[in-house]
T-cell receptor, first 121, second 110 residues
Framework: AQTVTQSQPEMSVQEAETVTLSCTYDTSESDYYLFWYKQPPSRQMILVIR??????QNATENRFSVNFQKAAKSFSLKISDSQLGDAAMYFCAYRSARASGSGGGADGLTFGKGTHLIIQP | DAGITQSPRHKVTETGTPVTLRCHQT?????MYWYRQDPGHGLRLIHY???????DKGEVSDGYSVSRSKTEDFLLTLESATSSQTSVYFC?????????FGPGTRLTVT
């Protein structure tokens, strides 16, 4: 079974600065997908960024980028120019690309326990 | 928005009573999921569906059952609610390999 570990329960950053959230995972598979989700106080789960394991290029979405190190099984999220609206819980998640016997790759996501990001004004 | 709604959004129920949570999508996606979120655990998969009448168990399926009689609706049932099932429940759909979540249902079992 896959596991996802977020070793930072809480991080704090000054507004406009850059912060990096860490995520490591354990898998024996070679093909998979990785995600970062944001959960603000509203409780809504919002997809921030995604990475396909077969792609060497790190994904970028505006101020959000990842550092994907496949050999090290590491998937960190960098937030540049932090804004007050970035304050939230951030979850790292893993999904196998393997087609399951019945669902054709319909297996769910495996989540880390989350990092609470605080933005200091 | 991914076109997912959940009902009810909040529910308080007593131990031993049956509870059904509903997830509705307007996107006509094949795959749907139920997760629960508890402090210190992130989200954990309860059950998922890969088509009408096709479902399978996830990591924490004990005490839960699901049904999917229509593409747009995925129901989660607690046959006899227990206090350990107090949680926030999220439904999700999967257009490709990413997943999009509904707003969640906060369930309290007293």
């Amino acid at each position: 079974a896959q596991t996802v570990t977020q070793s930072q329960p809480e991080m704090s950053v000054q507004e406009a600065e850059t912060v990096t959230l860490s995520c490591t995972y354990d898998t024996s598979e070679s093909d998979y997908y990785l995600f970062w989700y944001k959960q603000p106080p509203s409780r809504q789960m919002i997809l921030v960024i995604r990475q396909e394991a077969y792609k060497q290029q790190n994904a970028t979405e505006n101020r959000f980028s990842v550092n994907f190190q496949k050999a090290a099984k590491s998937f960190s999220l960098k937030i540049s120019d932090s804004q007050l609206g970035d304050a939230a819980m951030y979850f790292c998640a893993y999904r196998s690309a393997r087609a399951s016997g019945s669902g054709g790759g319909a297996d769910g996501l495996t989540f880390g326990k989350g990092t609470h990001l605080i933005i200091q004004p | 928005d991914a076109g997912i709604t959940q009902s009810p959004r909040h529910k308080v129920t007593e131990t031993g009573t049956p509870v059904t949570l509903r997830c509705h999508q307007t996107e006509n996606h094949r795959y749907m999921y139920w997760y629960r979120q508890d402090p210190g655990h992130g989200l954990r998969l309860i059950h998922y569906s890969y088509g009408v009448k096709d479902t399978d168990k996830g990591e924490v399926s004990d005490g839960y059952s699901v049904s999917r009689s229509k593409t747009e609706d995925f129901l989660l049932t607690l046959e006899s609610a227990t206090s350990s099932q107090t949680s926030v429940y999220f439904c999700a759909i999967s257009p490709k390999y990413e997943q999009y979540f509904g707003p969640g249902t906060r369930l309290t079992v007293t």
